[in-house]
T-cell receptor, first 113, second 118 residues
């Protein structure tokens, strides 16, 4: 079945450091891929998405490229800020309009000043 | 953009009572809504998929008589935790999909409900 695997956290970085959070997936067909961010005590916010192979999603300095050959969707940011501290979830969704999201286990990012 | 309103944001109830959580799509119609449960420092566990006008589809291991889901309109789904017990304490999050979204569909999440059963 479909599944998503994220790198284990927590990830602790200093401000302005480069961030990579790895995400790989297993899926049948051609899913869409998402990154969501969850701040403490809140729901999830969509950070970025890609709907087909080689697409690059980007938002707020974060980027991720849909790599079909390596079944990956790694999240990157060139210079993190303290305000980026949160839990990041990689997710996989079907291309149909009725399917459900499959989440990775989440990666906690802590950015120190 | 699409907004999903979830209420209450937190609730404390006594063991044995029932609690209702509402999830509303404010500016779009949601044919499908999803209910998740999240334990501390863990990922989201899908509990059920709620379809407007029909019975919810529950994931394996989720008690449908315990967690009642009603999706009576295109903008409202409710989750009722019946006869709550301390082990039901958790963070519950709903998500909705825009009925009008095409290939570029999106899932919008509510802000979550922290349920504490004492």
């Amino acid at each position: 079945g479909n599944s998503v695997t994220q790198m284990e956290g927590p990830v602790t970085l200093s401000e302005e450091a480069f961030l990579t959070i790895n995400c790989t997936y297993t899926a049948t067909g051609y899913p869409s891929l998402f990154w969501y961010v969850q701040y403490p005590g809140e729901g999830l916010q969509l950070l970025l998405k890609a709907t087909k192979a080689d697409d690059k999603g980007s938002n707020k300095g974060f980027e991720a490229t849909y790599r079909k050959e390596t079944t990956s969707f790694h999240l990157e940011k060139g210079s993190v800020q303290v305000s980026d501290s949160a839990v990041y979830f990689c997710a996989l969704g079907p291309r149909s309009n009725t399917g459900k999201l499959i989440f990775g286990q989440g990666t906690t990012l802590q950015v120190k000043p | 953009g699409a907004v999903v309103s979830q209420h209450p944001s937190w609730v404390i109830c006594k063991s044995g009572t029932s609690v209702k959580i509402e999830c509303r799509s404010l500016d779009f119609q949601a044919t499908t809504m999803f209910w998740y449960r999240q334990f501390p420092k863990q990922s989201l566990m899908l509990m059920a998929t709620s379809n407007e006008g029909s019975k919810a589809t529950y994931e394996q291991g989720v008690e449908k008589d315990k967690f009642l889901i009603n999706h009576a309109s295109l903008t409202l789904s409710t989750l009722t935790v019946t006869s709550a017990h301390p082990e039901d304490s958790s963070f519950y999050i709903c998500s909705a999909r825009d009925r009008g979204a095409g290939a570029n569909y999106g899932y919008t999440f509510g802000s979550g409900t922290r349920l504490t059963v004492v």
